[in-house]
């Protein structure tokens, strides 16, 4: 019975939402149902990227470059230096030289531009 009803849900499921246009990359960027209910799943996984994903991935090329083996990261958060500069901070658990230690990573750039002015390491025991 749970099965009859479990393929029922999913047959219905399947005729009231239909894929709107493919996105360029020829995933649905959407499904929606348009009845008494508007109801909308998103697909596209951009989406739902964080805003600082971009710094990460920045601080983690730059730390790796110094020699740091990154095991895993934490986004500790964003301030405002000044109306003009803006800075991401990270905080990774790395291994250099064999070595376990935390390490926190700040970027600096200008707000306006993304322009990168400065990257600053500094390692801690955790």
Known sequence: ???ALAAAIICI????FAPEAASADGNPASLEW???FTFSLVHNAERNVP????WGNLAM???SKKGYQILDYKYVGKQKINPTVTEQIFKFW???????????????????TERV???DYRETAR
């Open 13 to 16: 499921g399947v005729v009231m």
């Open 117 to 119: 002015l400065n990257i």
């Open 1 to 3: 019975m749970k099965k």
């Open 94 to 112: 790395v291994k250099k030289a064999g070595k376990p230690m935390g390490l926190y990573v700040s970027l600096r750039y200008e707000t306006a």
């Open 61 to 63: 090329r730059e730390a």
């Open 34 to 36: 348009q009845g008494p």
């Open 51 to 54: 805003e600082y994903a971009k």
